[in-house]
């Protein structure tokens, strides 16, 4: 029986489930690596979403340097990438937009005291700078978020949130991966964690439905209430 004392750990995504932003991310990327020197290099034919920021820079670092180890400018990449990222979004105040029914959806899981955490393909900053401009960033714990500078492997930052979450008492089956592409499927299958799958991005809701148990498929986040009642429902399946 689930533990009366533990909230649910809901983990978000980022880019094209809790906002939308018209920065080109191909761009950010090959300036960043410009900026250490590292070029030229092409993002044609590589899907972005889903990915970190770790594993698309050593992507390109490794188009230049095929020999040579990324992680010896891991740091000064991601840097780069993080004063790329802040200078553009502050050139202009359009790029981002936070997706309807978002701001309902944390609010909600807020009141109901569920925690709530980032698992995205962004570094720590770059999230900061996405999302703090609209109130969001506070809603998160950040000892339970994983960030894309963390590591070059996605599913590693779901096993090591779900660590960080038995850590404080929290179980598998109390966790929700919220997210727009079929690797966030992927992640939350990959630990055992239910998954609101949401086609606001590049996917469609027949890529993301994988046809298993514990998956919402839904066009958007704008019925926030439907969305909510259906990870209470969850919740309270759980707990009988």
């Not at 900061?128 to 609209?134: A, D, H, M």
């Not at 090591?160 to 919220?178: C, T």
Request: contains cysteine; hydrophobic residues 45%; glycine residues 10%.
């Amino acid at each position: 029986m689930i533990s009366p004392s533990v909230k649910p750990l809901i983990l978000w995504d980022i880019d094209s489930t809790l906002i939308r932003t018209s920065l080109s991310a191909a761009d950010v990327y090959t300036e960043a690596m410009a900026q250490l020197g590292v070029g030229p290099v092409s993002f044609k034919g590589v899907t972005i979403g889903g990915q970190t920021d770790c594993s698309l820079l050593a992507l390109a670092y490794a188009q230049v340097f095929p020999a040579e180890d990324f992680s010896s400018v891991r740091g000064r990449a991601i840097d780069a990438l993080d004063g790329v990222t802040r200078a553009r979004l502050q050139g202009s105040a359009s790029t981002v937009e936070v997706l309807p029914g978002v701001k309902n959806c944390l609010a909600a899981f807020a009141m109901l005291s569920y925690e709530q955490a980032l698992l995205t393909g962004n570094s720590r900053e770059r999230a900061r700078l996405k999302l703090e401009s609209f109130g969001l960033f506070p809603y998160f714990n950040l000892g339970l978020s994983q960030f894309g500078d963390y590591s070059v492997n996605r599913p590693e930052l779901a096993q090591n949130a779900l660590r960080a979450w038995q850590r404080v008492g929290g179980r598998r089956e109390q966790v929700v991966v919220i997210g727009d592409t079929p690797r966030d499927v992927a992640c939350a299958r990959g630990i055992g964690a239910l998954v609101v799958a949401v086609a606001s991005g590049s996917s469609s809701l027949e890529e993301l439905n994988d046809g298993g148990e514990g998956i919402l498929a839904i066009p958007s986040l704008q019925d926030h209430k439907m969305m909510v009642n259906w990870v209470q429902q969850q919740m309270a399946i759980l707990g009988e």
